[in-house]
T-cell receptor
């Protein structure tokens, strides 16, 4: 089955700086890669996704890049704000195998 | 994702008791999923169903059972065989395959 590894497990950045979270996957047939944001005690919410026919996708301060050859994809958050503090999960494959999550803390 | 509901929000289970978690969606989605989330951990797939009257085991199906008699509903039963059921349970649905999953608000199960 699919194996998804996510790094780092925790990340602290100064407000206004950029944050990058990386995921690798094992199944070369995977072609859909969403990113979810989960606030404490809440449900995961989709923030951005990418399909394998593109290498990059951007939505305001959030971007995702995909390298299918190397089988990794990354989430980039620019100009971070306190409300970006949350746990972020990547996922891959049809049944959506999730990474173990990254706890992002924005330091005011 | 407001079209997916889960109940109850909190559930307490006694030793040896089976409990059932409800998940309903009005999004006309074919596929539904159950995940378990332990504190500080990621989401692990318990069961999924891609169509009515059919479902498949996920990575941690032991001690759980499901049914999919209606398109809108995908209840999860936590049986007495599940020795460590305390967790946050999330239901999700999508149109199938490689489509975006939408999550319900979750049920927090605690053992008395």
């Amino acid at each position: 089955g699919e194996n998804v590894e996510q790094h780092p497990s925790t990340l602290s950045v100064q407000e206004g700086d950029s944050a990058v979270i990386k995921c690798t996957y094992s199944d070369s047939a995977s072609n859909y890669f969403p990113w979810y944001k989960q606030e404490l005690g809440k449900r995961p919410q989709l923030i951005i996704d990418i399909r394998s026919n593109v290498g990059e996708k951007k939505d305001q301060r959030i971007a995702v890049t995909l390298n299918k050859t190397a089988k990794h994809f990354s989430l980039h958050i620019t100009e971070t704000q306190p409300e970006d503090s949350a746990v972020y999960f990547c996922a891959a494959c049809e049944k959506l195998t999730f990474g173990t999550g990254t706890r992002l803390t924005i330091i005011p | 994702d407001g079209g997916i509901t889960q109940s109850p929000k909190y559930l307490f289970r006694k030793e040896g008791q089976n409990v059932t978690l409800s998940c309903e969606q009005n999004l006309n989605h074919d596929a539904m999923y159950w995940y378990r989330q332990d504190p500080g951990q990621g989401l692990r797939l318990i069961y999924y169903s891609q169509i009515v009257n059919d479902f498949q085991k996920g990575d941690i199906a032991e001690g759980y059972s499901v049914s999919r008699e209606k398109k809108e509903s995908f209840p999860l039963t936590v049986t007495s065989a599940q020795k460590n059921p305390t967790a946050f349970y999330l239901c999700a649905s999508n149109a199938g395959g490689r489509e975006t999953q939408y999550f319900g608000p979750g049920t927090r199960l605690l053992v008395l």
